[in-house]
């Protein structure tokens, strides 16, 4: 049950479009399609954003799309807006009903 | 309206217990798997324990196995989870969370925190 592998950054101006990775093994991101993502703004709780791989639950921009191939899934953000500023964590389920978060990645709109 | 509400959290010694409570409302309760995620100061989130609306199935991370104990009462709308064996990096903000339909985490409490010190 390692930590999936994100990178600690990404940044992009407003309007431009940001793409953030999130690598695990075959034992979790390339074996299920249950990839979430969750982005949490400073000292609230995270909020989800993306549900099995691709979708968005009610109330989620269409800014917000993922998508997978292989072991790496992936979450981009296009038409950055300043209140997409946030940390963007991926977490997959890792077999049975046990999950794994990944590293996080700290998004800041330049 | 989904609310979930944690409390317990404070200051413990090390090798000391603490149970974490964390009350729903909003939702029929005894019908969702519930979690625990905890993130220690300026990290990032790890999963804690799951358990099935009845109470039947539970889950923890391996490294937390023995020490960590996850359960319910639905009859109260509550969701626990039992903390022994207490060490310094289990210091954290302990978030109780509901998994959706969707198996990801739709709704969160704002968490309890943690804190193991001498």
């Known amino acids: 049950q390692s930590a999936l592998t994100q990178p600690p950054s990404a940044s992009g101006s407003p309007g431009q479009s940001v793409a953030i990775s999130c690598t695990g093994t075959s034992s979790d991101v390339g074996a299920y399609n249950y990839v979430s993502w969750y982005q949490q703004h400073p000292g609230k709780a995270p909020k989800l954003m993306i549900y099995?791989?691709?979708k968005r639950p009610s109330g989620v921009p269409d800014r917000f799309s993922g998508s997978k191939s292989g072991n790496t899934a992936s979450l981009t953000v296009s038409g950055l807006q300043a209140e997409d500023e946030a940390d963007y964590y991926c977490s997959s389920n890792a077999g049975g009903h046990t999950y794994v978060f990944g590293t996080g990645t700290k998004v800041t709109v330049l | 309206e989904v609310q979930l509400v944690e409390s317990g959290g404070g200051l413990v010694q090390p090798g000391g217990s603490l149970r974490l409570s964390c009350v729903a409302s909003?939702?029929?309760?005894?019908?969702?798997?519930m979690g625990w995620v905890r993130q220690a100061p300026g990290k990032g989130l790890e999963w804690v324990a799951n358990?099935?609306?009845?109470?039947?199935?539970?889950t923890c991370v391996d490294s937390l196995m023995g020490r960590f104990t996850i359960s319910r009462d639905n009859a109260k709308n509550s969701l626990y989870l039992q903390m022994n064996s207490l060490r310094v990096d289990d210091t954290a903000v302990y978030h109780c969370?509901?998994?959706?339909?969707?198996?990801?985490?739709?709704?969160w409490g704002q968490g309890t925190l943690v804190t193991v010190s001498s």
């Open positions: 099995e791989v691709t």
């Open positions: 969370a509901r998994w959706g339909v969707t198996a990801g985490l739709d709704f």
């Open positions: 909003g939702f029929t309760f005894g019908s969702s798997w």
């Open positions: 358990i099935k609306g009845d109470g039947s199935q539970t």
